[in-house]
């Protein structure tokens, strides 16, 4: 079956210009999170969406925001990018506990503010 | 506070050699889940094995294997028989299922470089 697919794979942008990424889940797979990925922070928790409501979000700013679809795609948006926006977004999917059949991730897009 | 901790930022090891890379965690959740995936330079995260917090046995896939030891809060991966391949940054998640939180936290990871 088909894994996660996230568009684009890389992006370039100017400071204070805004930015979607996309996230298309595993069929079947309701619960779509997002993280973000530097290498000064590591990987940390953006936000999780299911079945159209963001259950959770992590510790950023407002200028990050997400929304899922009722076919499960998941976008966020940066607006104002700023340099420090500079990272790997990955997306992940998963059935709904995340248990066991665990998360799987996207091969990410990497974000490059200058 | 840090959830999860991996203590080793780097290591080499010798092809067809096992290694140990070594996760603690932090949890009042009796329930969770603790993850490991593999990250090689292209990005992607490809995930390993599991274990939850009730599993009485160890976990195993193929040449992964998980050295789970609760009351230690320890959840160390074993790679055996080492491949070039296996040239990539590991990282150790926990979900807390009781939190209803719906993430996963990382730790810091640890890149593995195996020599031919």
């Known amino acids: 079956k088909a894994g996660v697919t996230q568009t684009p794979r890389y992006l370039i942008k100017t400071r204070g210009q805004q930015v979607t990424l996309s996230c298309s889940p595993i069929?079947?797979?309701?619960?779509v999170s997002w993280y973000q990925q530097t290498p000064g922070q590591g990987l940390q928790f953006l936000f999780e969406y299911f079945s159209e409501t963001q259950r959770n979000k992590g510790n950023f700013p407002g200028r990050f925001s997400g929304r899922q679809f009722s076919n499960s795609r998941s976008e966020m948006n940066v607006s104002t990018l700023e340099l420090g926006d500079s990272a790997l977004y990955l997306c992940a999917s998963s059935s709904s506990t995340g248990g066991a059949g665990g998360y799987t991730f996207g091969s990410g897009t990497r974000l490059t503010v200058v | 506070a840090q959830k999860i901790t991996q203590t080793q930022p780097g290591m080499f090891v010798q092809e067809k050699e096992a290694v140990t890379l070594d996760c603690t965690y932090d949890t009042s959740d009796p329930s969770y889940g603790l993850f490991w995936y593999k990250q090689p330079s292209s990005g992607e995260m490809i995930f390993l094995i599991y274990?939850?917090?009730?599993?009485?046995q160890n976990a195993t896939e193929g040449r992964y294997s998980l050295n789970f030891q609760k009351a230690r809060k320890s959840a160390n991966l074993v790679i055996s028989a080492s491949q070039l391949g296996d040239s990539a940054m590991y990282f150790c998640a926990m979900r807390e299922v009781a939190s209803n939180d719906y993430k996963l936290s990382f730790g810091a990871g640890t890149t593995v470089t195996v020599r031919a």
């Open positions: 274990q939850g917090s009730y599993d009485q």
């Open positions: 069929s079947g797979h309701r619960s």
